[in-house]
T-cell receptor, first 111, second 114 residues
Framework: ETGVTQTPRHLVMGMTNKKSLKCEQH?????MYWYKQSAKKPLELMFV???????ENNSVPSRFSPECPNSSHLFLHLHTLQPEDSALYLC??????????FGPGTRLLVL | AQSVTQLGSHVSVSEGALVLLRCNYS??????LFWYVQYPNQGLQLLLK??????LVKGINGFEAEFKKSETSFHLTKPSAHMSDAAEYFC????????????FGQGTRLTINP
């Protein structure tokens, strides 16, 4: 596979569940990102990893827990989410300032 | 702090007409500016970028944008709209000093009428 892949593409979970989103990039990039995209709101940057080190946490609630085991993989662990956390979660990778390659996203619904 | 403002959350044009999507930025340092496009059920894709070279930047699919420092603008244009241009368009700004963050505008949904 090429580019940035995300699994699962769709996820429905209850507020007491624990689930994980996975992102994989096949581009050899050093930086990876998690974004949240909600209807009628700007794209929200959640986390930035650079060479596996977290360099940005944009005041994200602790019920979202990122993990970056290597430069190619990024996870977002979810637990005790709220209905307002329902959104499209996008992963991206980058090697050049401002040029980011996005995955197709995971559409999350919290019931 | 850097920010971008996209004027108009929804723009509708006829097929073959000029497309103009507006973006104004705010930055305390020389900015890098970008336009991204998002088609339904997909992630964002880079259309074009300005990184302090030529002020008129050409991108993919016939789009171009002009950096105007005096107006703090980076509007996106296409001379003739095609049905396949229907999508959401995002303007973004980055810190030219090297930060890898992008700050996105709220997006403009472009609809093409046959």
């Amino acid at each position: 596979e090429t580019g940035v892949t995300q699994t699962p593409r769709h996820l429905v979970m209850g507020m007491t569940n624990k689930k994980s989103l996975k992102c994989e990039q096949h581009l050899g990039h050093n930086a990876m990102y998690w974004y949240k995209q909600s209807a009628k709101k700007p794209l929200e940057l959640m986390f930035v990893y650079n060479f596996k080190e977290q360099t940005e946490n944009n005041s994200v609630p602790s019920r979202f827990s990122p993990e970056c085991p290597n430069s190619s993989h990024l996870f977002l662990h979810l637990h005790t989410l709220q209905p307002e956390d329902s959104a499209l979660y996008l992963c991206a990778s980058s090697q050049e300032i401002g040029v980011q390659y996005f995955g197709p996203g995971t559409r999350l619904l919290v019931l | 702090a850097q920010s971008v403002t996209q004027l108009g959350s929804h723009v509708s044009v006829s097929e073959g007409a000029l497309v103009l999507l507006r973006c104004n930025y705010s930055s305390s340092v020389p900015p890098y500016l970008f336009w991204y496009v998002q088609y339904p059920n997909q992630g964002l894709q880079l259309l074009l970028k300005y990184t302090s070279a030529a002020t008129l930047v050409k991108g993919i699919n016939g789009f171009e944008a002009e950096f105007k420092k005096s107006e703090t603008s980076f509007h996106l244009t296409k001379p003739s709209a095609h049905m396949s241009d229907a999508a959401e368009y995002f303007c973004a700004v980055s810190d030219a000093r090297g930060a890898q963050k992008l700050v996105f505008g709220q997006g403009t949904r472009l609809t093409i009428n046959p």
